[in-house]
């Protein structure tokens, strides 16, 4: 069992009310606070019934189910011995007075835990206590956490597989068939390939995917990003380790994938972009834990006009056997995978051949409109 050990704050009892409904990064916080705040913790869980009058087809789970998540967590984390959960079928809970007011029992709270979005409820319930002669609570407000995009992370967004529970944004099912097209050029053959990468010696180029920087390196040419992830058909791949190591790149690694796109990747990338924009040497390696394969797209964003970006292209004949085989599990799926991905599982490391795309304002454009198909960024490049 992990045990979370932290330092107990100067409240008797504290008390936070919600739905915690498929525990996420902003429930995890505003708990957190709560046991770091208060050495007794109540926890108001909505009941089905009032959880039935906010929303009637919320598609929360029951009663049951979000008591029995939120009591493993807490006792994942070593404070289920300090909490206690009782259900509330309105927004108060047992923060305020009965009707006729009854005087306010001699354990009641001292504090209690809010996010932005519910602070105003909190003020009515101290409006309340106080026209009942029962002291105000300190009401302690925690900031939404806000996902990749910016907007707070919801139990409604995580069920809409818009997002994950961390605030990963979840690439839409309805992009699956465009991401399964080359994006750029395909050059397909060995001889092909050849010609192409020494007609772009002297070009700024990227490689995205371990089998194209693998292809690059073994024509002597050094991109200047590699992006990588030392997997192949999500299996280890470290034919390329020895003269990556060579090159002894600046390298920066990051959490990524499957499936979305982190802001630590993207800082990484666009970082990358700018220094090179700036004519500096920008040489780097980045090493994805996690998948790659997305990151072409804000790499496309970030890199500078008339950069070259490669990446590896599965069979076609392979995508058509892997969708028959897997559309069902496709539909249910509730993390979107990049095209690359699905193929390799299917066929190995079997390649097509590699996609060179050319960065211009065009494609730059193209490729903002689908990272805001879900992301929906105020600025696509941020």
């Not at 409904?21 to 902003?26: P, S």
């Not at 002291?135 to 925690?142: A, D, M, S, Y």
């Not at 139990?155 to 991401?179: F, K, Q, W, Y």
Request: with cysteine; proline share 6%.
């Amino acid at each position: 069992m992990s045990v979370h050990r932290i330092t107990i704050g100067m409240y008797r009892a504290v008390v936070l009310g919600g739905t915690f409904d498929g525990l996420h990064k902003g429930h995890e916080r505003i708990l957190t606070r709560a046991f770091q705040e208060g050495e007794r913790v109540t926890i108001g869980l909505t009941s089905d019934q009032f959880v039935k009058q906010l929303k009637a087809e919320s598609g929360a789970q029951s009663f049951a189910l979000r008591k029995e998540a939120l009591s493993g967590w807490l006792k994942e984390k070593g404070w289920l011995g300090r909490a206690e959960i009782v259900p509330i079928d309105d927004a108060f809970g047992p923060t305020v007075p009965s009707s006729p007011p009854a005087p306010p029992p001699p354990s009641n709270f001292d504090a209690i835990i809010v996010s932005t979005m519910t602070r105003d409820t909190a003020d009515s319930m101290n409006r309340m206590r106080q026209n009942a002669g029962w002291r105000k609570l300190t009401v302690i407000e925690i900031p939404m956490v806000k996902a990749t995009d910016g907007t707070p992370i919801s139990s409604t967004r995580v069920r809409n597989h818009e997002i994950d529970a961390s605030g990963h944004l979840v690439m839409p099912e309805s992009l699956r068939p465009t991401l399964q097209q080359p994006l750029g050029r395909l050059i397909a053959g060995k001889e092909q390939i050849r010609k192409t990468l020494v007609a772009r010696r002297g070009s700024v180029t990227v490689t995205v995917g371990d089998v194209a920087t693998k292809t690059f390196l073994d024509a002597g040419i050094v991109p200047n990003l590699l992006v990588i992830d030392y997997l192949v058909g999500r299996q280890p791949y470290r034919e390329h380790e020895g003269a990556i190591q060579k090159l002894k790149l600046p390298t920066v690694t990051v959490k990524s994938g499957p499936g979305h796109i982190s802001k630590d990747a993207q800082a990484a990338v666009r970082t990358w972009g700018n220094r090179i924009k700036e004519g500096k040497d920008a040489s780097m390696l980045l090493v994805v834990d996690g998948e790659e394969d997305l990151l072409t797209l804000p790499v496309i964003v970030a890199s500078p006009l008339g950069c070259f970006v490669y990446y590896g292209q599965p069979p076609m004949a392979a995508w058509a056997r892997f969708a028959e085989s897997r559309r069902a599990r496709f539909a249910e799926s509730r993390r979107a995978r990049f095209a690359g991905a699905a193929a390799r599982r299917a066929s190995g490391s079997t390649w097509e051949g590699l996609v060179e795309i050319e960065v211009t304002e065009e494609k730059k454009r193209e490729i903002r409109e689908l990272l805001k198909q879900f992301t929906n960024p105020t600025n696509p490049d941020q």
